[in-house]
C-alpha cells in the first residue's frame, strides 16, 4: 500500500465507517482533513459556529443511531463546541468530535490555543484521545465508533495534532463498524413474565437511545398482547404512537396529573431504555430512591446505569433493539388483571392533549397547534431548544412515528435550528419543522444562514414574546412584579431570513398561519414564520399577570 496522511487515513477511515456526513466549522489546524475530504464521497456542511456544528452531530446521531461527526479547529473551536458535546452526553447520543490540535512539538508551552482536551472534556465524554502518531489513526477511529455507540451511547472526542495530519503512513483499515447488541438472557425474561402475569397496575416508560423503527414495532406488539399503558419519556415521545390505544402520554416537565397519579399507584414500572433523571422523575421524586415502593424492571444497555441511582427488583442489561425482539415471545396470561386500564389511561391523554387552552393576544397557539396537527404528514420531523414555547409542541402535538423528533433531554437552547437543518440534510424528502422561541433562536440564528447555503429547505417557526420566558416566569413566582435581566429587544425575522434570500412572513394573528405555512411550503427554499405572541401568554395554562398575582397572594 502506499503511504498516505494522517489526515486522508481519517477520511478514508470515516468513509469506511460508513460517515454520511460532516458538520464543521473550518481552521487552519486541520487542513489536511479538509484537503482530503476534498476529494471524498462524504458531504460536508459548513456551519457558521461550531456549536451549532455539533449539535447538529448530535441530531444526526438521535434521528439514525450512528456517529454524527463534527469537526472544528483548536481552542476557541473546541470550547464553543462543548455545548453539543455536553447535550449528546446527557442526551445518550452517539457523536465523534475531532478537533485540530496545536503541533506535538509545542505541547505543554501553552501555545496558540492550546488545550488539554481529556482534562476539558473528561468528565462528559465517554473517551477523549489525542492520535500522536498518523499509523494509528484506523485503529482509534474504529475505536471511536464502537466507543460512540456501545452500552449507552454518547460522544467521543478526538484531538487532531497538526503535523501528525501531514505524517505519512502505510495503515491498512479495519473493517466497518457494525453496532454490537446486549441482549437479556432467557431467564431474566421468563421471571419478566411471571412479574407481569402478577402486576395489576403495571406501566411501561420509554426512553433513552438504542431504538430502531422495527424495536419500536416489537414494542408496540408486546404492550398490545399485555394490554399495557405505555408513557414515553421526557422528549422521547417518538417511541410510541401517540395515537395507540396504549399511550398514556410523556413523563417529562408539565406531566398530565393523572399519568403522575397512574405511575406513583402503579405496582410494576418497566422502564425501558431510559434512567429516570432529573426532568422525567420530577426531581427525583417520582420514585423512592435507591428502594421504589414500586416492582421496577429496568432494561439498559449499560450494566453502570443498572442501580446507578434506583434500585431494580429486575435489572435487564440489553439495549432497548435486542430487548423488543425478546419480547416478541412472551405471553400474556389467560386472564389479564390490569385489563382495560390502557383504555383508560389513553384517553386521559386524549383530554389532556386534546384540550385547547386560551392565552391573550391575537394569536392563538392552540389554533396553531389545530392547523399543524391536520397538516403535518405523520413522517414529519420536528425540532426545538428549549423554553415555554416548547411546551405547545410537547404537549399539543401528537408523534406518530420513530425518529420524528430531535429536542435536547439536557435542555440546551439553542438545540432547534441546528437540529433542524441536520434532520432535512439527513431525510431531505420530509418535511422538517422547527420551533424555536425568540431567545432561544438567537443563540443558533447564525445557521439558518447554513440551512440557505445547503439548501436544507425546513420551516422555522419563531414564537416570539419579546422575553426568556421561562426565567421571566420563574421570576413572577419567585420575585413577582420584580422582572431582572429577561426582556429582549428582537429583530424583525422575517425580514432577516429575507435577506438571506429565503422565505419570511409576519404571523399575528390565528387565521393568518394555516395561509403563511402553505406559503412557506411552496417556497423552495428555507422558510422562517414569524409569530408574534402577547408577552402575557407565558404558558399555556396561565398568563404572567395571573402567575404573579398567585405569587403575590402568598
Known amino acids: 500500500m502506499a503511504e498516505k496522511t494522517g489526515g486522508a487515513l481519517l477520511v478514508e477511515a470515516l468513509e469506511r465507517h460508513g460517515a454520511e456526513r460532516v458538520f464543521c466549522v473550518p481552521g487552519e489546524s486541520y487542513l489536511a482533513v479538509l484537503d482530503a475530504l476534498y476529494d471524498a464521497d462524504i458531504p460536508v456542511t459548513v456551519c457558521r459556529q461550531e456549536g451549532g456544528a455539533a449539535m447538529m452531530a448530535d441530531a444526526h446521531g438521535k434521528l439514525t443511531g450512528k456517529p454524527g461527526i463534527c ?11 462543548s455545548a453539543g458535546v455536553h447535550i449528546a452526553a446527557q442526551d445518550s447520543t452517539p457523536m465523534i468530535l475531532f478537533i485540530g490540535q496545536i503541533e506535538r512539538g509545542m505541547r505543554e508551552r501553552e501555545a496558540f490555543q492550546e488545550i488539554d482536551y481529556r482534562q476539558m472534556f473528561g468528565g462528559i465524554a465517554k473517551w477523549v484521545a489525542e492520535i500522536d502518531h498518523a499509523d494509528r489513526v484506523p485503529e482509534f477511529i474504529s475505536r471511536a465508533y464502537h466507543v460512540a455507540t456501545s452500552g449507552r451511547p454518547g460522544p467521543v472526542v478526538l484531538a487532531l495534532p497538526e503535523d501528525m495530519l501531514v505524517e505519512t503512513a502505510d495503515a491498512p483499515q479495519p473493517p466497518a463498524w457494525q453496532q454490537v447488541e446486549t441482549h437479556p438472557g432467557l431467564t431474566q425474561m421468563a421471571d419478566l413474565q411471571k412479574r407481569l402475569w402478577a402486576a395489576e397496575r403495571p406501566i411501561a416508560i420509554l426512553g433513552g437511545s438504542r431504538w430502531s423503527e422495527e424495536a419500536v414495532a416489537g414494542f408496540t406488539r408486546f404492550a398490545e398482547r399485555f394490554d399495557l399503558p405505555v408513557a414515553c419519556s421526557f422528549r422521547r415521545q417518538m417511541l410510541f404512537d401517540n395515537l395507540h390505544d396504549n399511550y398514556a402520554g410523556d413523563v417529562g416537565i408539565g406531566i398530565n396529573p393523572k399519568l403522575l397519579t ?16 432529573e426532568m422525567p422523575s420530577q426531581s427525583y421524586s417520582l420514585l423512592d430512591i435507591p428502594s421504589p415502593s414500586q416492582q421496577l424492571i429496568h432494561i439498559h444497555p449499560d450494566a453502570e446505569e443498572l442501580g446507578r441511582v434506583y434500585r431494580p427488583s429486575l435489572a435487564i442489561h440489553a439495549s432497548p433493539t435486542a430487548f423488543c425482539k425478546a419480547a416478541e415471545g412472551l405471553q400474556p396470561p389467560a386472564e389479564l388483571k390490569g385489563a382495560g386500564e390502557a383504555a383508560k389511561a389513553h384517553q386521559d391523554y386524549l383530554d389532556w392533549s386534546g384540550a385547547r387552552p386560551e392565552i391573550p393576544g391575537r394569536l392563538q397557539m392552540a389554533g396553531v397547534m389545530d392547523w399543524l396537527e391536520a397538516n403535518l404528514g405523520e413522517d414529519a420531523i420536528c425540532t426545538n431548544g428549549a423554553g415555554n414555547y416548547a411546551t405547545w409542541l410537547h404537549r399539543f402535538h401528537r408523534f406518530r412515528r420513530y425518529a420524528t423528533q430531535a429536542a435536547p433531554t439536557s435542555g440546551s437552547m439553542g438545540y432547534g435550528l441546528p437540529a433542524a437543518v441536520a434532520a432535512k440534510l439527513t431525510f431531505p424528502e420530509r418535511e422538517v419543522v422547527c420551533f424555536a422561541g425568540d431567545g432561544c ?29 421561562t426565567i421571566r416566569m420563574h421570576q413572577e413566582r419567585t420575585y413577582p412584579g420584580r422582572p431582572s435581566a429577561t426582556q429582549l429587544v428582537n429583530p424583525n425575522f422575517a425580514a432577516l431570513a429575507r435577506s438571506y434570500g429565503a422565505y419570511g412572513e409576519t404571523v399575528e394573528t390565528t387565521e393568518e398561519f394555516g395561509p403563511a405555512f402553505e406559503r412557506a411550503r411552496e417556497a423552495g427554499t428555507p422558510a422562517l414564520l414569524h409569530l408574534k405572541l402577547d408577552p402575557e401568554a407565558i404558558t399555556p395554562a396561565a398568563s404572567l399577570s395571573q402567575i404573579r398575582a398567585a405569587a403575590e397572594a402568598k
Not at 262 to 277: C, E, Q, T
Not at 449 to 469: E, R
Open 71 to 81: 469537526m472544528v479547529t483548536r481552542g476557541p473551536g473546541a470550547t464553543n463546541a
Open 441 to 469: 433562536l438567537q443563540m443558533t440564528m447564525q445557521e439558518f444562514g447554513t440551512a440557505c447555503q445547503d439548501g436544507a429547505n425546513l420551516i422555522l417557526l419563531v414564537i416570539d414574546n419579546g422575553m426568556y420566558g
Open 262 to 277: 397512574r405511575i406513583k399507584a402503579s405496582d410494576l414500572i418497566l422502564l425501558v431504555g431510559g434512567r429516570l433523571s
